[in-house]
Every structure is written in structure tokens, then in C-alpha cells.
Nanobody
């Protein structure tokens, strides 16, 4: 079992930045690929970014490339999502997720992930 706890959400003005953190506990964190997803009111959950368990590869939703950066610190059992130039359309609950995987594995498919955090709210005001 892996437990995930997100933090760092809040309210920010358009153009601002936030950094989300997701701390993992339980099973060996370094053996899990990690992802960030988000869900806005009335919309389906969508992929934001993912990273392999060694952090050598990342993937992003096309619409977010250049503004969002995913990273991880294996020693701290933490994955981060740096969000810059935020827009009102980025308003959503952001979730981190983990999947036990082989080295180099990365996925944008939410159905592949085994563990999910409770989510953190990000609100971007215009």
C-alpha cells in the first residue's frame, strides 16, 4: 500500500505560480511511477503530468507544456508540480497518483494508477 498526501493548493491570481507537493508513505516510493491529474467542476479528470520512478523521463499534457513542471525527490518520498503562468482555466482539484512499475515506465492513463491522494484545490482568479 502507498499513501499519498497532496499539499500546496490555494488561491492565486492569474499569472501567478504555485508548487504542489505529494508526499508518499508505505511501500517503496522509488518503485512507483507518479502522475498528477486534475478535475474541474462538471468535467472529467484529466492528465496533467507524469514521471518515471527514477525521474529520468517526464510527460505532460500538450496544453500544459512549458507552464507546468513535474519533479521528484526520492530521498524525501515527494513528487512536485510547479505551475507557472496560471490561468483561470487551471482551476481544479489536483490529485497525485502512483503506480508500482518497472524502471522507465510512464503513463498518462488514469486507469493504470493504483493509488490516489485526496486532492488539493487550486483556484486561479482573473
Amino acid at each position: 500500500q502507498v499513501q499519498l498526501v497532496e499539499s500546496g493548493g490555494g488561491t492565486v491570481q492569474a499569472g501567478g505560480s504555485l508548487r504542489l507537493s505529494c508526499v508518499a508513505s508505505g511501500r517503496t516510493f522509488s518503485s512507483h511511477a507518479m502522475g498528477w491529474f486534475r478535475q474541474a467542476p462538471g468535467k472529467e479528470r484529466e492528465f496533467v503530468a507524469a514521471i518515471t520512478w527514477l525521474g529520468e523521463s517526464t510527460d505532460y499534457a500538450d496544453s500544459l507544456k512549458g507552464r507546468f513542471t513535474i519533479s521528484r525527490d526520492v530521498g524525501k518520498n515527494t513528487v512536485y508540480l510547479q505551475m507557472n503562468s496560471l490561468k483561470p482555466a487551471d482551476t481544479a482539484v489536483y490529485y497525485c497518483a502512483a503506480v508500482y512499475s518497472r524502471s522507465g515506465y510512464i503513463t498518462a492513463d488514469s486507469h493504470e494508477y493504483d493509488y490516489w491522494g485526496q486532492g488539493t484545490q487550486v483556484t486561479v482568479s482573473s
